[in-house]
């Protein structure tokens, strides 16, 4: 895994200078890998990096997918027609129409591209050479939230009306008027600042978690197996663990996909309703 070569010459590093005794456990600088190339545009500084990498392939990878299995659709679907069918109806039928409701199929193209797109970025935890998600870099899912953030307000405002949908929001129908005190400035926090910030950091903290986790287990298995003492015996463990923990992150990879794209079928469905 690269980035735990990454880490494991920073334990030897570490070691050869006599600056750390025993196992040197992986910080945030697996999250802060080293530029590949810097530039500046319109006087901004851009640095790419390989987890920026890893989004450009991923993000390529998911198109190339798609075309290629829409590209000559079949009565009898192949192979790949067959898996991108599957996963657009998933997201068609199991949250556009479910969980948005009677209005939510004209969403169906923008929830599974959010579906596609995160899933194959949360791929990349596992993908060897990469090792690591975009996801578990804040500004990634901060930037798509806020882009759902968008679409959740203009959708109210296009359905409802800003004057009705504003309205809903800071005085909430069948609440005493008395309340509004109370009731206006929680429901403002929720709408415009909670809903976006908890549904970036629930997919950034599932995979920030669980790359620590795999590079943790990963890095322990080959320093216990790299001891001359008893401690050697407890690495061929600490190796099955990084193996379990590689198949429950796949687990987490497809589930945030989804949640996050559920969550944001919600959302449609509350800018759709009248009632909030």
């Given at each position: 895994m690269t980035s735990s070569a990454l880490a494991l010459a920073d334990v030897l590093a570490v070691e050869d200078t006599g600056g750390g005794d025993g196992f040197q456990a992986?910080?945030?600088?697996?999250?802060?890998?080293?530029?590949?190339?810097?530039?500046?545009?319109?006087?901004?500084?851009?640095?790419?990096?390989?987890?920026?990498?890893?989004?450009?392939?991923?993000?390529?990878?998911?198109?190339?997918?798609?075309?290629?299995?829409a590209r000559r659709p079949q009565i009898v679907p192949s192979k790949l027609q067959f898996v991108g069918e599957s996963g657009y109806s998933l997201v068609r039928d199991g949250i556009a129409r479910d969980v948005v409701g009677p209005k939510g199929l004209p969403f169906a193209p923008f929830l599974a591209a959010l579906f596609f797109f995160i899933l194959a970025n949360n791929l990349m935890a596992i993908i060897p050479l990469a090792q690591i998600s975009p996801m578990s870099r804040f500004?990634?899912?901060?930037?798509?939230?806020?882009?759902?953030?968008?679409?959740?307000?203009?959708i109210g405002i296009r359905e409802q009306g800003a004057g009705r949908y504003f309205k809903d929001i800071l005085f909430l129908p069948g609440v005493p008027k008395a309340m509004y005190v109370l009731v206006t400035p929680i429901e403002i926090l929720?709408?415009?600042?909670?809903?976006?910030?908890?549904?970036?950091?629930?997919?950034?903290?599932?995979?920030?978690a669980g790359h620590m986790?795999?590079?943790?287990?990963?890095?322990?298995?080959?320093?216990?197996?790299?001891?001359?003492?008893?401690?050697?015996?407890?690495?061929?463990?600490?190796?099955?663990m990084a193996i379990v923990m590689t198949f429950f992150e796949l687990l987490v990879i497809f589930l945030q996909a989804y949640v996050f794209t559920v969550l944001m079928g919600t959302y449609l469905n509350g800018s759709i309703e009248a009632e909030h």
């Open positions: 992986p910080g945030l600088s697996e999250f802060y890998p080293e530029p590949l190339a810097e530039f500046s545009l319109v006087g901004v500084d851009f640095a790419i990096t390989r987890i920026t990498l890893g989004l450009f392939v991923a993000t390529t990878a998911m198109l190339v997918f798609m075309v290629l299995a500004a990634f899912p901060l930037v798509l939230a806020l882009i759902c953030w968008a679409l959740y307000i203009y929720q709408n415009f600042i909670v809903r976006p910030f908890t549904l970036a950091v629930r997919l950034f903290a599932n995979m920030f986790l795999l590079v943790v287990f990963s890095l322990g298995a080959v320093y216990l197996l790299s001891r001359d003492n008893f401690s050697i015996v407890f690495g061929p463990i600490s190796a099955l």
